[in-house]
């Protein structure tokens, strides 16, 4: 395993995160304790130190059982957590982005991590109602107590992240290291807007589905159970068709699909430090095997076909050649170190 700063910090991550939305089984599929554990260890033993857990996971079993894995070397691991979705029903102040709910689901995620501090802390999701300043200011004040040493913000919108930062920036506060949202080769808008923005803040990105929550390794081509419902879009003609295609590619080069999706993410964009999810310890020895190699370029370009998007407005407008004659005086092609990619 190689290792990577975290954003705009000084702290070394490994290249892939361990996710743990499958410990436990109290959503009716994933891992027992001790299934979760074999797959911490081989993440371990590959030399991983970056795990991705919740408030909600699996109702609190997740971050019971990361925190007794780790017990025994706490300080080796970053560890990160979420908040924001509910921990418990019919009450408006148990969920949400607000201070008063941002403090209480970290002192309950600490007591069940068992530990004094959380590494990363991560907004979960916009509630599209807390002002952007709480939530900054609120997660400033949990760093600087020393219950946080570093924040990270998921699926929020890229105009809201690069407010929080810009605001975060001229306060003095901290600002967001890392962001997490879904990009697979069946989810590919985040190159609309999120990815250049992660580039341009120079944050972190930390993308969670790359394996499209197992559709990419061709499992329902072959009708095989697992998580993904039969009607979801990830088991559509076009995710099929995209399927295949990793099936194929990983065939023609001697490894898995599960390794090809990770690695086409990696490959695309070098930002990536992927959360790897498994349900098994034997999909996540496999899932590891993507550390060995490179999906050569011919690969590539066919996978980077195959799962092409419109980037829509006003990107595909920008890059039309009426707007490059206009806004570069009609000497476009003069210019060799352009950042607009055609
Ligand atoms: N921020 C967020 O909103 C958010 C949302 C979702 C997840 N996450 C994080 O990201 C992690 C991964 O997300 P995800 O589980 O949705 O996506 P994923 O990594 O695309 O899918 C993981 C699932 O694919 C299957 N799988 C994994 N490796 C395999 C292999 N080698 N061969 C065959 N099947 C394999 C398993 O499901 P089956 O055995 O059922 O097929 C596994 O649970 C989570 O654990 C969590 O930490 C974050």
């Known amino acids: 395993m190689n290792y990577q700063l975290l954003g705009r910090s000084g702290l070394r991550v490994s290249e892939l995160c361990?996710?743990?939305m499958t410990f436990g089984t109290d959503w009716g599929w994933g891992a027992d304790k001790h299934e979760s554990f074999k797959i911490f260890d081989a993440y371990a033993d590959a030399g991983g130190n970056f795990i991705d857990t919740a408030n909600r996971y699996t109702e609190g079993s997740s971050e019971k059982y990361v925190g007794e894995f780790i017990e025994s070397d706490r300080d080796h691991w970053v560890l990160s957590t979420k908040f924001t979705l509910k921990d418990r029903n019919d009450d408006l102040n148990f969920a949400g982005n607000h201070r008063k709910n941002m403090m209480r689901s970290v002192l309950s995620s600490l007591k069940r991590l068992n530990t004094e501090y959380i590494d990363l802390l991560w907004v979960h999701l916009w509630d599209n109602t807390t002002p952007v300043e709480e939530v900054m200011r609120?997660?400033?004040?949990?760093?600087s107590r020393g219950l946080v040493h570093y924040i990270g913000i998921s699926d929020t919108p890229a105009?809201?992240?690069s407010q929080a930062n810009t605001i975060a920036d001229f306060r003095g506060w901290n600002a967001f290291a890392a962001i997490q949202f879904e990009y697979s080769l069946l989810q590919r808008t985040p190159e609309r807007d999120l990815i250049p923005m992660a580039k341009a803040l120079d944050l972190a990105v930390t993308p969670w589905g790359t394996i499209g929550g197992g559709a990419l390794t061709g499992k329902y081509?072959?009708?095989?159970?697992?998580?993904v419902p039969k009607d979801s879009t990830r088991r559509n003609k076009n995710s099929s068709k995209v399927a295949q295609t990793v099936v194929d590619i990983a065939n023609e080069l001697d490894a898995t699909p599960a390794q090809i999706a990770i690695n086409w993410a990696r490959q695309r964009e070098e930002v990536m430090i992927p959360i790897i999810?498994?349900?098994k310890s034997t999909q996540l020895t496999d899932s590891?095997?993507?550390l060995s190699f490179e999906i050569p370029a011919e690969q590539m370009r066919k996978l980077n076909e195959v799962s092409q998007i419109e980037l829509g407005f006003p990107h595909e407008f920008l890059k039309s050649d009426g707007v490059?004659?206009?806004t570069f005086g009609g000497m476009y092609e003069k210019l060799h170190n352009h950042r607009i990619k055609s």
């Open 221 to 227: 081509l072959r009708d095989e159970t697992g998580r």
């Open 288 to 290: 590891l095997g993507c």
């Open 324 to 326: 490059k004659e206009e």
């Open 18 to 20: 361990l996710g743990t």
């Open 277 to 279: 999810g498994a349900s």
């Open 138 to 143: 609120g997660l400033d004040d949990l760093v």
């Open 159 to 161: 105009w809201v992240v």
